[in-house]
């Protein structure tokens, strides 16, 4: 065993499993592990009702775990630190969520993720499960309009959880909730911006070099690179960042908007305060209007000084199943109908 002298952590090889297990202990009325790595809600909802499931790495915490619970996530199948889980694991959640009214899987589009994902499903139809995926592709740095298979999932996905795990708790059809989420996929954009990349918990790895004084808009979550440029102002990167938003969802003077600033490691609350002051202000000057608004970390990448911010267009349900509907989760709780 290698002692990773800059992180509290034991063996490097057991950062995964140990964090799921400490996650448990400390919520053990919310979630609970069925198997290597899964976890669930404790108090599942009725079967009677699709189970909205995701996958994804660890070392992105509270992503994806941290939004297994009432009104959100069913279950979440957790992979090594920044790596996909294989597939046989997502078949063993597949088959611990089987139901007649399905089950939803939504993946972010990073290949690892569509992999494991495509094979669980053919897995699971061998078997008479019934499920379909639902991909998420947020992330705007690809370039305006790039098809979206260029395009990764992102913070995107943790609003959408909200949304179709409010819908999955109305009774909502399979076909009722792709529809529900799919048209949100078209709405919603993130982008993320960096000052300073981070380390691999298991090796003390830098993932990328950012010089002092450069900024890079279009980092990925993994420290992939976008544009460098050197840092400017919070205002004048907010502005800059809300325009490439708006340029991507286009909405149109009185639309409801969703702005979400999600903490991606160790940039500090004042400043995400401050970013989120002028995002807001450029919104409201464009003639849209703030719904729903958020600042916390959702999915972050270890100490990366980044942030993302999220927009969203948002049609009445979308806004009513974000800002309404019960949830209770350890890392998302809204109190709703």
């Known amino acids: 065993m290698t002692q990773i002298k800059t992180k509290f952590i034991n063996d490097p090889e057991q950062v995964t499993p140990e964090l799921l297990e400490g996650y448990v202990l400390a919520y053990p009325d919310l979630v609970t592990l069925g198997g290597e790595n899964i976890v669930l809600r404790t108090h599942p909802k009725d079967e009677s009702k699709v189970a909205i499931v995701t996958l994804g790495g660890s070392g992105h915490e509270p992503a994806l775990s941290g939004f297994v619970g009432e009104g959100m996530l069913d279950c979440s199948v957790v992979g090594d630190v920044f790596a996909a889980p294989g597939a046989q694991r997502v078949f063993q959640a597949l088959q611990l969520m089987k139901r007649e009214a399905g089950i939803l899987l939504v993946v972010l589009n990073h290949s690892g993720d569509v992999m494991s994902a495509n094979m669980a499903c053919q897995l699971a139809e061998r078997v008479g499960i019934k499920v379909k995926q639902l991909l998420t592709h947020d992330d705007i740095s690809a370039g305006i309009d790039a098809p979206l298979n260029d395009r990764r999932g992102l913070a995107g996905c943790v609003p959408l959880f909200k949304i179709l795990g409010a819908a999955a708790e109305e009774g909502k059809t399979i076909d ?162």
């Open 176 to 337: 009722e909730l792709t529809e529900i989420g799919e048209r949100f996929n078209k709405q919603v954009a993130t982008l993320a911006v960096a000052m300073r990349s981070c380390t691999h918990p298991q090796n003390n790895a830098m993932i990328s070099d950012l010089p002092e004084g450069i900024m890079e808009i279009g980092m990925g979550q993994h420290g992939e690179g976008g544009g460098r440029k050197p840092l400017v102002s919070a205002d004048d990167t907010a502005t800059e960042m809300v325009d490439l938003l708006c340029q991507q969802i286009k909405p149109v003077a009185g639309d409801q908007v969703m702005l979400i600033i999600n903490k991606v490691g160790s940039t500090t609350q004042m400043e995400l305060n401050i970013i989120f002051r002028k995002a807001y202000k450029e919104l409201e000057a464009k003639g849209f209007k703030v719904g729903m608004g958020r600042i916390q970390e959702l999915l972050t990448v270890q100490e990366q000084a980044s942030f993302q911010m999220i927009l969203a267009k948002l049609d009445e349900d979308h806004l009513d199943y974000l800002k309404n509907k019960r949830a209770d989760t350890p890392y998302w709780t809204t109190i709703g109908k």
